[in-house]
Nanobody
Framework: QVQLVESGGGLVQPGGSLRLSCAASGFTFSTSIMQWYRQALGKERELVATINNAAGSTIYSGSVKGRFIISRDNAKNTVYLQMNSLKPEDTAVYYC???????WGQGTQVTVSS
C-alpha cells in the first residue's frame, strides 16, 4: 500500500548539482515526516536529511549540511532533495522514507565522477 518512487538520479561531475524526487502514496503525505537515506557500495545505509510537515523544520547529516536541501510539495505528494557541490563520496543509491512505515522504494542511483 505504501509506495515510494524515487527518480532524478544519474551521472554528474564533481561540483555539479542534481535534484532527486520521491513520489509518495498510501498514506497522508501532508502530515508525515519524510526522510532521505543513501547507501554506498559496501557501506551501511545512512540518514541524509529529514523534513517535517508544515512547520518547515529540516535536519541534515554533517556530511551534506550546507550542500543539500530537502523540500516538499504537499499538493504533489512529493519530497525533493536538491544536491549541490557534489563530491565523489556522495555516490550512492538514494532512497526516500516515511519513518513510520517499513517499506522502501527502489531507490535512484547517483554517481559523481569525472
Amino acid at each position: 500500500q505504501v509506495q515510494l518512487v524515487e527518480s532524478g538520479g544519474g551521472l554528474v561531475q564533481p561540483g555539479g548539482s542534481l535534484r532527486l524526487s520521491c513520489a509518495a502514496s498510501g498514506f497522508t503525505f501532508s502530515t508525515s515526516i519524510m526522510q532521505w537515506y543513501r547507501q554506498a557500495l559496501g557501506k551501511e545505509r545512512e540518514l541524509v536529511a529529514t523534513i517535517n510537515n508544515a512547520a518547515g523544520s529540516t535536519i541534515y547529516s554533517g556530511s551534506v549540511k550546507g550542500r543539500f536541501i530537502i523540500s516538499r510539495d504537499n499538493a504533489k505528494n512529493t519530497v525533493y532533495l536538491q544536491m549541490n557541490s557534489l563530491k565523489p563520496e556522495d555516490t550512492a543509491v538514494y532512497y526516500c522514507k516515511n519513518p513510520f512505515f517499513a517499506e522502501w522504494g527502489q531507490g535512484t542511483q547517483v554517481t559523481v565522477s569525472s
